[in-house]
């Protein structure tokens, strides 16, 4: 079981990137995919986060402050999980991680690192103002 971020770097303020998760080892169809940054001294944050079983219709769920900004989707045939994030600002730099749990639904409750099973490495985003 794995799961592997890429797509981390420098980018301006205002500038975009996209994320990939890319998971094996278990059938990524049915598992809740979340993402989630640690900025330099603060705790993990969830970002946004995507569940077969949403009650929201299948659409995922974001944290306030990226809401209308990042967009995850999910390529269910590549088993990869994207996070595209736009109008980057100085205060998105952070290590993201992709996280993976077969039972959350992604609700705002749910959306804690408590709540997700399997890790992934995490990718460096710096935006520079």
């Known amino acids: 079981v794995q799961l592997q971020a890429s797509g981390g770097g420098l980018v301006q303020s205002g500038g975009s990137l996209r994320l990939a998760c890319a998971t094996s080892g278990f059938t990524m169809d049915n598992y809740a995919i979340a993402w989630f940054r640690q900025a330099p001294g603060k705790e993990r944050e969830g970002v946004g986060c995507t569940s077969p079983r949403s009650p929201r219709n299948g659409l995922p769920l974001y944290t306030d402050s990226v809401k209308g900004r990042f967009t995850i989707s999910r390529d269910n045939a590549k088993s990869t999980v994207y996070l595209q994030m736009n109008s980057l600002k100085p205060e998105g730099t952070a290590v993201y991680y992709c996280?993976?749990?077969?039972?959350?639904?992604?609700?705002?409750?749910?959306?804690?690192?408590?709540?997700?099973?399997?890790w992934g490495q995490g990718t460096q985003v710096t935006v520079s103002s």
């Open positions: 996280a993976a749990d077969y039972y959350n639904y992604c609700e705002d409750s749910l959306m804690s690192e408590t709540e997700f099973g399997l």
